[in-house]
């Protein structure tokens, strides 16, 4: 299907070169924070809280559902890992969904199937019923993770952009710990009613999602990309500080649709993207693939979700017996991880996602090598039939809570502002698509193969071995992330291009933004 023409745009960009006082520059914390943007940002990242909820109630749910249902150690690794292997479909799909239909509606499909799947979970007369409802609500997981930063990134003002597409790691980090405070309050109910109860609230936030979403505008982007120009200034001219603002960015996003339009005609849709991406990339596209799919790769094989679902097994393991304190234990481990991705959030504008990424990937690293040596040393202790020592106990907790943390200031907001972010207007949703799926792929292996992988070769070896892939993965960090921060969208594709690729700092995106002329 061919696109709409774009309609011509036009505005002296020269008279604005000297004076970005429009564009909401000076300090990041001094800037103000647009409200209608503050108001789209926060309704599209709450989707997120689907896989967060599903994340952390699901780490005290399997206990009771494993007890009720009678099934194996397998069938329980299946039953958690089953759903982000089939959000990997949904992320998969999200891209040509939201580029056919447009970023709303797919946020409200998004909704829709994590309500079906919630339903039939908590419903679930048995095993396979019960895993059918994980495959739905996994699809719509998939969906929801790729299309909220990215709609979200498309609406960002430039200088607010680092904190308003990383809130889907809020939103992640809350619905965890909703997840955790439901555990903790149905723990003490009958084991046949329990579970059900914490699997089917689940359905409250998607029913909010679907209706909440009507307030919502379109993102500009796909607007102009589907020839809608008047719609897209409307909703700029509310997102942004100034009229004058609204008019530059809907200047910079259609000299950029006009670009592409120019290049190709059958660009609606995102058709012939995929061909683009794979086919016939060119060396930026590759770099920015590379950086995409890596960073999503290592969020996830650091084994962050599976630490978080099988939190009770691991803290069990220590020398935890009570379910009431197992479940407390998680409640407090879900408030430090929601402070400290407030934190990064509050952040990411001011010092930039570089440098947060490389702490927390760093801080991660230390933390699981603690976590392992404290491991090695109760099982030593079990092996000799000795006391379990109550620093070990201590220590595996405090690294654990230190692990998610980290992962809070760092991979874990910073993933989703990098995949909406590099990738160009007429290859975001795809590409990020592509790398969320990636990252879905890894975390449905890690949790199906983490309590198979620790039997084999205990639980302190297993985190030993995820510490070995954190330091490679800040190695990748260093080498390969550049620095984003106070690039528009239209901007950061220069960064992969040759002139850049020796430099990947700080230093290179004040070079580009020189360069490149005002945000």
């Known amino acids: 299907m061919a696109g709409a023409p774009v309609e011509s745009f036009e505005i002296n960009s020269d008279e604005v070169d000297g004076d970005k006082s429009f564009l909401g520059g000076g300090p990041p914390g001094k800037a103000p924070m647009n409200r209608d943007a503050l108001a789209c940002a926060l309704l ?67 909704a829709t199937l994590f309500l079906v799947g919630a339903l039939l979970m908590s419903l679930a007369p048995s095993y396979p019923f019960l895993v059918a409802g994980r495959v739905i609500a996994g ?17 960002s003002p430039t200088t607010r952009r680092g904190f308003l597409t990383s809130l889907p790691e809020f939103f992640i980090v809350f619905g965890i710990l909703l ?17 059900r109860l914490m699997l089917g609230l689940a359905a409250i936030p998607s029913i909010f999602i679907g209706f909440g979403v009507i307030a919502m505008p379109e993102s500009p982007r796909w607007l102009v990309m589907n020839g809608r120009n008047d719609e897209a200034r409307r909703v700029l001219i509310k997102v942004s500080d100034t009229k004058e603002e609204a008019e530059f960015r809907l200047f910079e996003i259609t000299k950029a649709a006009s670009d592409l339009q120019s290049k190709q005609t059958n660009w609606r849709g995102g058709q012939g ?35 978080i679902y099988y939190c009770p097994e691991v803290f069990k393991d220590a020398g935890i017996g009570s379910k009431k304190k197992l479940f407390g234990i998680n409640v407090v481990m879900g408030l430090s991880k929601t402070a400290f991705v407030l934190l990064s ?65 760092g991979l874990g907001p910073i993933t989703w502002v990098y995949s909406s972010e590099i990738f160009p ?39 030993f071995l995820l510490a070995g892939i954190m330091t490679v993965g800040t190695v990748f960090f260093y080498l390969v992330m550049p620095e984003t921060k106070g690039l528009a969208l239209e901007e950061i594709e220069s960064l992969f291009e040759d002139k850049h690729t020796s430099r990947s700092g700080g230093d290179v995106g004040r070079e580009t933004k020189t360069e490149a002329g005002p945000d």
């Open 425 to 463: 207007m007429r290859l975001r949703a795809q590409g990020s698509g592509l790398a969320i799926s990636v990252n879905r792929l890894v975390s449905g292996v890690v949790s199906m193969t983490f309590l198979t992988i620790a039997k084999k070769i205990t639980f302190g070896g297993t985190f």
């Open 179 to 195: 997840g955790y405070i439901s555990n903790y309050a149905f723990s003490g109910l009958p084991v046949h009613m329990n579970w």
């Open 273 to 307: 993207v995929w061909k683009e991406l794979f086919l016939r990339p060119s060396k930026p596209v590759r770099r920015m693939l590379v950086a995409a799919i890596g960073i999503n790769f290592f969020m996830q094989a650091s084994g962050n979700d599976a630490v």
């Open 345 to 409: 959030a509050f952040f990411l504008d001011r010092f930039g996602r570089r440098p947060l990424l490389l702490l927390g990937s760093a801080g991660m690293t230390l933390s699981l090598a603690v976590l392992a040596m404290g491991s090695k040393s109760l099982e030593h202790s079990i092996s000799n039939n000795n006391s379990k020592p109550v620093w070990a106990i201590a220590v595996s907790i405090v690294a654990v809570c230190a692990f998610v943390s980290f992962f809070s200031i």
């Open 44 to 110: 599209a990242s709450t989707t997120s809280v689907l896989l967060g909820y599903d994340i952390g109630v699901m780490s005290g749910a399997v206990v009771f559902i494993k007890e009720n249902l009678r099934i194996t150690s397998t069938q329980v690794e299946i039953l958690v890992g089953i759903l982000n292997v089939c959000s990997l479909i949904g992320s998969l799909a999200s891209g040509k969904t939201s580029d056919y239909i447009g970023r709303r509606y797919t946020i409200v499909l998004a």
């Open 139 to 155: 699809i719509g997981v998939g969906y929801s993770l790729m299309i909220a930063p990215v709609y979200t990134a498309e609406l």
